[in-house]
């Protein structure tokens, strides 16, 4: 955790979720947040943004998108565009997703403009970052994510208040995750290049971890400096679990 800092527990629902599954999972989430001081963030599948949105107003949980274009409208066959995003009452855009940057050959410019789009349409980017395995047995990792840091994040960034998501590629699904000490040197220099960056925000931002965060091991991670909350993929498609991770935020 950053003192002062509210920490945010987001669930990542990847491609899961058809409507009445997604819609019974994001009430049990309202259902069970009540006490809940992190703030609570659920992640649907596109075709379910507007739905989940609509079930949870009035709630505490906000929604958000998986991804969005860099264009805010146009021919772009099969691409979601920020500003319907936000029509459909998303809050924040997780991007530069490793699933997308390996599937998409998503590139540090192109996350960067998707981001810069996410904020003129009022949206909170949450950019994610990581190693692959192969980085981290090189001793390379922390380079490979400052690298990612300094392509990924747009001039707005910091007054738009966005969040980074350190995700491991190798812990992604895979029940691994870093040594605590390798995570907090992580969030560490994370925050370092936010403050350099952005001198006014930085130090407020949040830092999420992602990979492989379970109930079994949120306190610890979370409880870890700059850890100011966590992207949960897997977990978060079990209503009891995504609420476990959040109340271990405090
Ligand atoms: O990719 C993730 C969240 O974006 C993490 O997924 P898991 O929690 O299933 O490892």
Redesign the pocket.
Known sequence: MTPGIRPLIAG?WKMHGLAADGLALARAVAAGAAGVGAELLVCPPATLVAAVAAALAGTPVAVGGQDCHAAPKGAHTGDIAAPMLADAGARYVILG?SERRAAYRETDPTVRAKAEAAITAGLVPIVCVGEPEDDRLLGRAEEVVAEQIAGSLPPGFGAAGGVVAY?PVW???TGRTPTEADIAAMHAMIRARLVAAFPQHGGGLRILY????KPANAAAILALPHVDGA?????SLVAEDFLAIARAAG
Do not use: D, F, Q
């Open positions: 990542n997703h995700e812990a992604i699904g992602g990979g492989s965060v992207l949960v993929g897997g977990a």
